[in-house]
């Protein structure tokens, strides 16, 4: 039977080297080109998560809602660890702080620019959350804890997802701002808002799930 299955996996390979590749016709139509004049941002790639596929990135945020809320159900029964883990020497702190400043930085450029160069709502968020994981490893956890009730930020995160989804319906249904000048910064109608929520609310979420396994695990 071993012999039937090395044979089989021969002839598929064989196909595949023999079988030609078949090219489509689109008569000089760029569809990268479409994607920019429909979408009206640089980033083609922020005009498909936004526009042409924005039913699929809708649910891309919910399954990431839907991640956050099941770490902290997974979490909520176990002891709160007795010992929390983080850096305590002086250089290794300030490198830390130093690499927040800066991807911190990178996140607000991609959220804000992200549709117009590569970057966009989520690789901003991600820049956040890193930001936001190299300040715990060298903080008390009760600081951190302290600032994230203070802000506000588990309800400025409901509060993203909910104007999100406002908009995201709303641009579903078609109504759309104004796309204004191609490959300026006030372009592209609606998307670089939808890039400064889906921004905020990974970012928020990171630093949520941050906060509670350093609570409960003691490391990140």
């Given at each position: 039977?071993?012999?039937?299955y090395?044979?089989?996996?021969?002839?598929?390979?064989?196909?595949?080297?023999?079988?030609?590749?078949?090219?489509?016709?689109?008569?000089?139509?760029?569809?990268?080109?479409?994607?920019?004049?429909?979408?009206?941002?640089?980033?083609a790639?922020?005009?498909?998560?936004?526009?042409?596929?924005?039913?699929?990135?809708?649910?891309?945020?919910?399954?990431?809602?839907?991640?956050?809320?099941?770490?902290?159900?997974?979490?909520?029964?176990?002891?709160?660890?007795?010992?929390?883990?983080?850096?305590?020497?002086?250089?290794?702190?300030?490198?830390?702080?130093?690499?927040?400043?800066?991807?911190?930085?990178?996140?607000?450029?991609?959220?804000?620019?992200?549709?117009?160069?590569?970057?966009?709502?989520?690789?901003?968020?991600?820049?956040?959350?890193?930001?936001?994981?190299?300040?715990?490893?060298?903080?008390?956890?009760?600081?951190?804890?302290?600032?994230?009730?203070?802000?506000?930020?588990?309800?400025?995160?409901?509060?993203?997802?909910?104007?999100?989804?406002?908009?995201?319906?709303?641009?579903?249904?078609?109504?759309?701002?104004?796309?204004?000048q191609?490959?300026?910064?006030?372009?592209?109608?609606?998307i670089?808002?939808?890039?400064?929520?889906?921004?905020?609310?990974?970012?928020?979420?990171?630093?949520?799930?941050?906060?509670?396994?350093?609570?409960?695990?003691?490391?990140?």
């Amino acid at each position: 039977m071993k012999w039937v299955y090395v044979a089989v996996g021969i002839a598929l390979f064989v196909n595949m080297l023999m079988m030609p590749n078949p090219t489509g016709e689109w008569e000089g139509v760029s569809i990268l080109e479409s994607i920019v004049d429909d979408s009206g941002v640089s980033n083609a790639v922020s005009g498909i998560l936004f526009r042409n596929r924005l039913y699929d990135t809708i649910f891309e945020v919910i399954v990431f809602t839907i991640a956050i809320l099941g770490v902290g159900f997974l979490l909520k029964n176990e002891k709160p660890a007795e010992k929390v883990a983080r850096f305590s020497d002086e250089p290794s702190t300030i490198l830390a702080r130093l690499g927040a400043t800066i991807t911190a930085m990178v996140g607000i450029e991609l959220a804000i620019r992200g549709h117009l160069s590569p970057g966009g709502g989520f690789a901003a968020g991600v820049a956040g959350g890193t930001a936001i994981g190299l300040i715990a490893i060298t903080s008390s956890s009760k600081w951190m804890q302290e600032i994230y009730k203070v802000s506000n930020a588990a309800v400025w995160e409901k509060i993203s997802v909910l104007v999100f989804m406002f908009l995201a319906v709303v641009t579903l249904m078609g109504w759309e701002l104004p796309q204004g000048q191609l490959g300026a910064l006030f372009s592209g109608g609606i998307i670089p808002i939808l890039n400064i929520l889906v921004a905020l609310k990974v970012a928020l979420g990171s630093w949520a799930v941050t906060l509670l396994f350093i609570r409960y695990r003691g490391l990140l």
